[in-house]
């Protein structure tokens, strides 16, 4: 629901602030006061169309601001999620128009596009009035209702599962299809490669242990006859380290004798000596083992050249060697077996097709059986709401399918011998019809031309609809338009009885409308330094009663008009 709505230097708004109830919010005013011009730039932060002649004159920009209660909506957290939005229990959506023409888009303070906007609008408000915002004159959105109302969700979900599979499927069927001219074009360059390949059969890190193996049979004499010398100078020699250390820890332990102090000196020197014979021990182990192979030294280099010329060829190092022999095995046995993968995938395609149109055939079996229904319901609301003779249809077609040129994909389904055309939603379209003067045939839904029979339709649908329809806020302007007496008290109680489901906010200028009211604002136009400002206010009980007296009886209010006020309202 919405909680407030903010909007500073809009037109002739200088800076309303509004808090709305759950329930129906009444807004009235005189004609002129500004109330549609509200309406207009809430818009704003649904993603219609903004304008800098809208910016209030001498402000550098406007800005709308609403502020949503989203803890219940679970769809609308999903479609938050997709974009990465993170959300709390609020939703705050905020529009800026510079006077440079310049449009920026927040979501809880982040700058999102205005496309990301309008999506989350769209998910949060349903607005009728002369704007393009009305989700049912969207024929897309149709089906969608036709299967809220008769609880299909378990189906169209079970469908959809089948038909995602079919997609992935497909798409695999066409790609494989695609790649067998391919394929076998580069079969025979495949089996050349991976005869060079495996002749040398590299393997992962082997450059780095030949290169340090080449190394040390390069150096075979540097190594044998630098640890020789280093033999000698530690231990073997005549002034070796090892002779001198021994001779300094026997000085050392004569020195004890006279001053302790020298205890620790002789322990360093004595672990000096056993460094000394550890490393001596090594180097002449070591110098034992120096080979000189020459056999070796050029079988190395040999191996080393080969996988050189590898690596220059496929890829620069020898991973991506190996992995390129992965990947052309794997396309050279695609090759050799297409012919049966093909098949087998092919098979896969028609079993799963199969289910999926007996899917389809069920989900599309259940939306013509409510059509009667729904048919029904909906021509006696629009009785109800004074709309004589009215005929309302639900038009649910198929279309065969034709085979697209080239390789685009080939996604149907199968209904008997006859292939239709699917989409996520089944193989149905929906279009909502009417016709609501007598003698003229019936019509989409979206060319109906009056502003408020627009209205009213759409007000008997959402009626029989309530509890199917997710969005949380409708917004009504000129729902009244052209009713009167016993049909005003019928659009009265259905948005009232609407009320129950939904936050309604309508503009009214009848007061068998706005008694029902369970928050009730007025709008208003005032000189503010010279200027003529709109502003906007909530009643308290009082003065609900003295505007709904306004409304029946003209600017100057009766104690009469008053009584018959309360007696409207249910005060009495």
Known sequence: MLKSLSIRNYALIETIEAEFDSGLNIITGETGAGKSIIVDAFGLILGERSSVDDIRKGAEKTVVEGIFGVSQNRALRALCGRFEIDIQDDLILRREISSKGQSRCFINDSPVPLNVLKSVGDALVDLHGQHDHQSLLRPETHIGLLDDFGRLEGLVKEYRQSFDTLATLTREHEALRREERTLKEKKELYAFQMKEIDAVDPQPDEEARLEAELRVLENAEQLHSSTAHLYELLYQGEQSVYDALVKARNQLEDLIRIDERFVEARKECESAVAIVDELTNFIQSYNSRVEFNPERLEEIRDRLGALSLLRKKYGGSLQAVIDHRQKIGRDHTTAENFDRELRTLEEKVEAVRAGCSEAAQRLSAKRRDLVETIRRNVVAELGKLGIANPQFDIEI??????????????????????????????????????????????????????????????????SILAKSDRLPLLIFDEIDSGVSGRIAQAVGRSLKSLSQFHQIITITHLPQIAGLADSHFVVEKVEKRNRTVTGIRKLDLEERVSEVAKLMSGAEVTEAGLEGARELMGLR
């Open 397 to 462: 077609r198929r279309h065969p399918w034709e085979e697209p040129p080239g390789s685009a994909e080939k996604l149907f389904v199968r209904i008997g011998k006859e292939d239709l055309r699917a989409n996520e939603r089944g193989i149905d379209d929906v279009e909502f019809q009417i016709s609501t003067n007598a003698g003229e045939e019936l019509k989409p839904l979206a060319r109906v031309a009056s502003g408020g029979e627009v209205s009213r339709v759409m007000l008997a649908l959402k």
